[in-house]
């Protein structure tokens, strides 16, 4: 494992630019965090995609597209695997609460059953686009106990627990998928809203669960928070990146690969995407095998029909004149404790209200013609922000590179007022990769700072970046971890998602396991606000049912409010020292005695804020102290 030296200047040169590659060899560069384990996937998942995360207890559900895998963090420096659950679909986002686990099926291979042939047919009653309910209360023995159908598949989904509802929670599904045949799925509409109410685009769907009968989940609702959106301004591509894409289009064509118009643009069609088509052309025509001259031929003439079907019909033409916004939100961040959520869907970032779970209310929509792909939501802990993150090219495509601009493919910090969003700032990951390594702002959540907004956050073959977003005009970085290229040529891998959880930072490599990370202290935090951050403890995690942060009375929470006074100039040197000499002493006191002495430091505190240029935060350490004497 490298070393880690706690600097408040980031290392120059920065040690992630030129890492030497390789699949589990490669080179690592670390700053101001301390590696924990490093742990490679179970045979089965060896050679998957490793997608989302969820935790109960002392477990890590690591979602995959081969399933998902239930690891052992109690000792984080030794994971151990519980189990490995093998079920493949497209992306088998997880979610967890109490005894269930959620897991979402998008793609047309997905079998009810689980099993790894896939569907051949077009139409089939075996075929999973939805939610599955798994029963852990057995974590060594998952049962499928219910699975919920959706007309688009889930691509990601959110759990929203209400406080005012303890029987039920709710699923927010997002689905990006083609529209199935309602011979598959009754109640399935492709045609738009303004040729059929009834259509499945335009539309999320809102999973009612009862928790002692989770076998009667059903939709309640198909909220249409997209009404009145038309698409944004886009930025397109560099100048770099489009003459880069004609020339691979012209190589790629010439050595016979499949192309298609999208949106305008011609596009090389993926291998996987090749591959699929073609089965279903040899089961059409009830052959087995490989495919023939003659498959190919249809594949070529049934290719703008093809992508018309599932981008829509006027996917193979270049966009004129007005067009509709999104169809679908790509990720929904629920925060149930201020009855509000941030969606990110496609060309919009939405400000919702869940305050009636069943029934959520666009407030405000931000548009950026420097997104290309709005990904997903962080709000702060008292809702006085939000974050968006940009997921420009699609996730495999290496986009962090010296040449492109700083403000594509970067977060987007607002505050947020009642129902207004203002832009404040960019934040984007300052260390540039190279050209095969696929880098995007992914998936992160808080680390519970008190006093602060702290977030750590994967940026795929970026690695993870912590910074620091209080001030949400100057975000700052102030801890890394990055490796190099898992291989010489562009593939999927790195950090798929980067969580705080109960003392630790958990990242879901997306080929190379499971890693586990923890703070070491800096000039940006301090032990004390270390300690304080692990006095937060959940049973149960899922970043997009965001959940609100109390930190409970300690002499860890009180240091750390000092630490950020005396950082901040907030009261003199003398009173600092004085402080923490009274906070020592309190605690070397007696039960009966101790409260106080609390006091009495609490009302000089109150005295002090008066004449502080940090008057909240000297407040925040009173309030913290006479909670102490209590």
Known sequence: MPTTTPSATAPTPDPRVGLRGGAY????????????????PSEKFASGINSDLAFLGNYVIQGSFSGYQVWDISNPKQVVLKTAYFCPASQSDVSVYRNLLFVSGEDLSARVDCGAEGVKDTVSKDRLRGIRIFDISDINNPKNVGNVQTCRGSHTHSLLVDPKDPENVYVYVSGSGGVRSPSELAGCVKLSPDKDP???LFRIEVIKVPLAHPEQAA????????????????????????????????????RG??????????????DFFVA???????????????????DSATLRRELPNIVAKMFGPNASAAATGPQPGPSQCHDITLYPAIGRAGGACGGYGLLLDISDPAHPVRLNAAADSNFSYWHSATF?????????????????????????????GADAIFTVSGNDMQFKSYYKLPAPQTKVENCVAHNGSLIPIPGRDVMAQAWYQGGISVFDWTDPAHPREIAYFDRGPADTTLKLSGSWSAYWYNGVI???EITRGLDIFELAPSAFISQNEIDAAKTIHFDYYNTQGQQKLVWPPSFALARAYVDQLER?????????????QQLTSAEGRSASDRPRALGTLAAELNADANGSSDASKVRALASAVRDLAR
């Open 25 to 40: 060899d490669a080179a690592e560069a670390v700053w101001n965090l301390r590696v924990l384990s490093e742990t490679k």
């Open 198 to 200: 009834n259509s499945a």
């Open 219 to 254: 939709i309640v609702t198909s909220p249409r928070i997209f009404t009145g959106l038309t698409a944004p301004a886009h930025h397109g591509e560099t100048a770099i990146d489009i003459a880069e894409h004609k020339q691979e289009v012209e190589a790629a064509k010439a």
């Open 257 to 270: 690969a499949y192309t298609a118009v999208l949106f305008g643009e011609e596009q090389v069609a993926p």
């Open 276 to 294: 699929e088509q073609l089965k279903t052309i040899i089961a059409a025509r009830g052959g087995t095998g490989a495919p023939t001259a003659a």
């Open 380 to 408: 702060n802990n008292d809702g006085s922000k939000v974050l968006f993150s940009d997921e420009w090219g699609g996730g495999m495509q290496p986009k962090c590179r010296s040449t492109d601009p700083r403000e594509w």
């Open 506 to 508: 958990v990242s879901s």
């Open 568 to 580: 901040s100039g907030g009261l003199g040197a003398s009173r600092i020292s004085s402080v923490r």
